[in-house]
Nanobody, 119 residues
Framework: QVQLVESGGGSVQAGGSLRLSCTTS????????MSWYRQAPGKQRELVATITNYGSTTYADALKDRFTISRDNGKNTLYLQIDSLKVEDTAVYYCQAEGTRNLRGREFWGQGTQVTVSS
């Protein structure tokens, strides 16, 4: 069974930093891209950032200055560094993987990790 497990969330004050992690049971060879999404209370889930298996990254325009996505294939782990946290960053952050090769067309999601930012 494919697993994506997020960690690193928590409660922080505005201006602080967090690094979220997502460990997956998927082989890096089976992953085309991995992404971070977030869903704030009462809002739709939104894409935060994506990194492909070539290391190419894309970000939501409003977030690219404070968010950094990275990937350690040796550890099967995806990261999201969030700096200068704002109250509006409060959300559940989800890890997502898009399969390739024998998993082409399939998506996999983690259960999410809560980030709460206080003023």
């Amino acid at each position: 069974q494919v697993q994506l497990v997020e960690s690193g969330g928590g409660s922080v004050q505005a201006g602080g930093s967090l690094r979220l992690s997502c460990t997956t049971s998927l082989s890096p060879l089976s992953i085309y891209a991995m992404s971070w999404y977030r869903q704030a209370p009462g809002k739709q889930r939104e894409l935060v950032a994506t990194i492909t298996n070539y290391g190419s990254t894309t970000y939501a325009d409003a977030l690219k200055d404070r968010f950094t996505i990275s990937r350690d294939n040796g550890k099967n782990t995806l990261y999201l560094q969030i700096d200068s946290l704002k109250v509006e960053d409060t959300a559940v952050y989800y890890c997502q993987a898009e399969g390739t090769r024998n998993l082409r067309g399939r998506e996999f999601w983690g259960q999410g990790t809560q980030v709460t930012v206080s003023s």
